[in-house]
């Protein structure tokens, strides 16, 4: 599958089969993540692989897309600035749209779960053994998808792509 038809073909999967996710499959997703771009090249994100079944129920309070996901990477951050600012949130970013689109090439279904997780993060911490240096920015549910969803609407190009300034059209 390219680039342009996973893109095309990713959704947010919230329902997965039991089927496990294997090890090298999800390792294969991560080594994705770490070929994204990074301000200044710091490079300041870890990554947790959950895949053994008793850690994933100890984590499927930090969201409802985690509930039957068989497994799940979890992005690490050291919130750290470069000489030209922060860019360790765009880094986390692009490491996670990466994961999403290797997933689906892969055959995956995956879901982004960030938001949900906020609150919970100290507890989150606990349950995955994450120093204090570190963030926990995200996690990816990963399986086996149980259903796909259809394409959401998305904005027509003619409304929102402009050509060398705001409002010309080509």
């Not at 342009?4 to 959704?11: M, S, T």
């Not at 689109?101 to 982004?112: S, T």
């Not at 003619?158 to 010309?168: C, L």
Request: aromatic residues 6%; contains cysteine.
């Amino acid at each position: 599958m390219d680039v342009f038809e996973a893109i095309q073909k990713r959704r947010s999967i919230r329902k997965y089969l039991p089927d496990p996710v294997p090890r090298a499959d999800l390792e294969r997703i991560v080594a994705t993540a770490i070929e994204a771009p990074s301000g200044c090249n710091m490079q300041l994100r870890e990554y947790i692989i959950v895949d053994d079944p008793r850690q994933m129920d100890r984590i499927r309070f930090a969201g409802r897309a985690m509930e039957g996901a068989p497994a799940a990477i979890v992005i690490l951050v050291r919130p750290e600035g470069t000489k030209f600012g922060e860019f360790w949130m765009q880094d986390a970013s692009a490491a996670m749209e990466n994961m999403l689109l290797a997933a689906v090439a892969m055959g995956y279904g995956a879901c982004w779960v960030e938001g949900a997780l906020r609150p919970r993060e100290d507890e989150l911490r606990e349950v995955l053994g994450v120093p204090r240096e570190l963030r926990i920015w995200s996690l990816l549910a990963v399986g086996k998808p149980a259903e796909t969803p259809p394409r959401p609407p998305k904005s027509a190009a003619a409304d929102v792509v402009h050509t060398n300034r705001h409002g010309a059209r080509s």
